[in-house]
């Protein structure tokens, strides 16, 4: 599969993309879409063409796609994928090593979906960078990010993103048994094995989105032998 470079390339005034040689048909169809001048939903679109790079191990091809979607929202002004596209970045600069770089872009996705009262985006920034914690022996850091976003949540267990937070949480949580999340799904009552004391999470709300690429779930330096064991509260 190729993309950017052997995929899309930009010319005209950015008004235009041209499919080069050993494109796929997701992006020939895309270049048949901005060439009628429609510039809706664009951003993820392109946001989308980078995942199939990440995915063909063109990471430096998929920069240059999400940047591009970045330059688009500027001129545009909508905004409402911009969190996403700052997390999918710090995805791929953390493929290449730069975790300082990825924090920053984590940092800024949470914030816009916070401010944009976007949960389902905010779930996901907050999995990146809690992944990131994990992946640093920062858990019990990692399970305070993640697990207040989680807990906002009364509804859509089932669904692959709170399912993967859900893991997330159970892996951190075993650790040491430092941490227990509230046995039944979507309560919203977070206790520390430690104290007994329990944390609530304020109950405002905002819509969900709904597009873009999850989060997988993968293993670390937390999933020891020792920290299978499970926190019963």
């Known amino acids: 599969m190729a993309c950017a470079g052997n995929g899309l390339s930009r010319v005209g005034h950015g008004q235009k993309w041209r499919c080069d040689g ?16 429609s510039a809706a939903w664009v951003p993820q679109i392109i946001a989308l063409l980078a995942g199939a790079c990440e995915i063909a191990g063109q990471i430096e091809e998929a920069l240059i796609l999400l940047d591009h979607a970045s330059q688009m929202i500027e001129r545009t002004g909508e905004r409402w994928f911009q969190g996403e596209l700052y997390r999918n970045k710090g995805q791929l600069l953390l493929q290449q090593g730069h975790s300082e770089a990825a924090e920053q872009l984590y940092r800024k996705a949470l914030s816009i979906a916070e401010e944009q009262e976007a949960k389902l985006w905010e779930l996901r920034a907050a999995m990146s960078l809690a992944r990131l914690r994990r992946d640093q022996g920062r858990c019990a850091e990692a399970h305070d990010i993640l697990a207040p976003v989680y807990t906002w949540f009364t509804e859509g267990f089932d669904t692959p993103d709170l399912k993967h937070a859900k893991a997330l949480l159970d892996e951190l949580g075993a650790r040491d048994g430092h941490f227990g999340l509230a046995a039944r799904p979507g309560s919203r009552t977070l206790r520390r094995k430690s104290g007994g004391s329990s944390a609530t999470r304020p109950t405002s709300r905002g819509p969900a989105a709904s597009a873009g690429r999850a989060e997988q779930p993968h293993r670390s330096r937390c999933d020891t032998p020792s920290s299978r064991r499970l926190v019963r509260v």
């Open 22 to 37: 050993g494109s796929t048909a997701a992006a020939e169809r895309f270049a048949a879409y901005r060439a009628t001048g």
